[in-house]
């Protein structure tokens, strides 16, 4: 699973699902919008629409899925009800992986019932440009005991460990980016995919009048 606001979904997002994929021999990665993320403001996009993004960018890539099941529930978008709820379906067996940025990860100490993630699945850090700083206190006990140093200790059980990966391509790209430059009205080209870039002309999305 990655979840993310994906606000909208870029490259960056979508050249890690595909080296994580190959990197921890995935059956395919889901990728999660959230509906409400509990961590930041609103998004100023529906769900609906990140979600429609987010299919238009891999339709034809049948490694990753989109998977709405954030927005089938009301109230802040915890990742640790999402795992819970993957966990029942997929069964006790299951390897469960949870990937988050590192930007993402510095903040995992904070977040709502932290100790359950790691009750239903592992969690993988992807390092990221721009994205070094030390960890927090509350995070180094979180994931005290947890951390192993290779794909195969981390998939010899269904879940409960901790891993950081650095893939091969690193992409200096967020969402904020993208939405700073179609707030101005620069080109957004090939930071993401064309069939999103036509998802957001046709729809007028966070163009200055949208908002
Ligand atoms: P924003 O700029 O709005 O904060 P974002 O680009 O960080 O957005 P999110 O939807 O918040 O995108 O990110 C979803 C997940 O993808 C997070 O775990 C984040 O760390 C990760 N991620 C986002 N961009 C990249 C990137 N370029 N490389 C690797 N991971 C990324």
Request: hydrophobic share 45%.
């Amino acid at each position: 699973m990655l979840g993310g606001t994906f606000d909208p979904i870029h490259h960056g997002h979508l050249r890690s699902a595909i080296e994580l994929r190959e990197a921890l021999g995935l059956d395919h990665v889901l990728l999660v919008p959230a509906h409400q993320p509990p961590h930041r403001a609103a998004p100023g996009v529906s769900s609906d629409q990140r979600l429609a993004m987010l299919e238009a960018a891999i339709e034809a890539e049948p490694g990753l899925k989109a998977d709405g099941r954030e927005l089938l529930r009301d109230g802040p978008s915890y990742s640790a009800d999402t795992l819970a709820s993957l966990r029942a379906e997929y069964g006790p067996q299951a390897r469960l992986v949870m990937a988050i940025g590192h930007d993402a990860f510095l903040k995992l100490g904070e977040w709502h019932a932290a100790d359950r993630l790691f009750d239903d699945a592992h969690v993988v850090v992807i390092e990221r440009p721009d994205h070094d700083a030390p960890l927090p206190r509350a995070l180094e006990a979180l994931i005290q005991g947890r951390e192993v140093d290779s794909v195969a200790a981390l998939m010899a059980r269904p879940g409960g460990h901790l891993l950081r990966l650095s893939l091969p391509t690193r992409m200096a790209i967020s969402a904020t980016f993208v939405r700073e430059r179609l707030a101005l009205g620069d080109s957004v080209r090939y930071l993401l995919p064309e069939a999103v870039i036509r998802h957001i002309e046709a729809h007028g999305l966070y163009c200055p009048s949208s908002t």
